[in-house]
Nanobody
Framework: HVQLVESGGGSAQAGGSLKLSCAASGYAFDNCAMGWSRQAPGKERELVTTSTKDTTTTYANSVKGRFTISRDNAKNTVYLSMNSLKTEDTAVYYC?????????WGKGTQVTVS
């Protein structure tokens, strides 16, 4: 059973930066495609970025050039570096893991940009 625990959320000024972390346990981390989704108030959850097992990455158009996903397989951790933050980035950010066809979610961490 995969467990995902996010950390690093908080508040930032527009134009600032935050870095989120997601620690995974319960599965062979390097066999999972990892990613981050977010959900703003009153909106549907949207996929922000993914990193496959071979570290191929994808990004939503809204965050390209500003957000970077990275993973440390030795630490079973995936990161989301967020730069040039905008007020519209305010949302709860969820870590996700796709492992052998099953999708797992963390509980989320709040990011507020003002």
């Amino acid at each position: 059973h995969v467990q995902l625990v996010e950390s690093g959320g908080g508040s930032a000024q527009a134009g600032g930066s935050l870095k989120l972390s997601c620690a995974a346990s319960g599965y062979a981390f390097d066999n999972c495609a990892m990613g981050w989704s977010r959900q703003a108030p009153g909106k549907e959850r949207e996929l922000v970025t993914t990193s496959t097992k071979d570290t191929t990455t994808t990004y939503a158009n809204s965050v390209k050039g500003r957000f970077t996903i990275s993973r440390d397989n030795a630490k079973n951790t995936v990161y989301l570096s967020m730069n040039s933050l905008k007020t519209e980035d305010t949302a709860v950010y969820y870590c996700r893991a796709l492992c052998s066809g099953l999708l797992y979610w963390g509980k989320g961490t709040q990011v507020t940009v003002s």
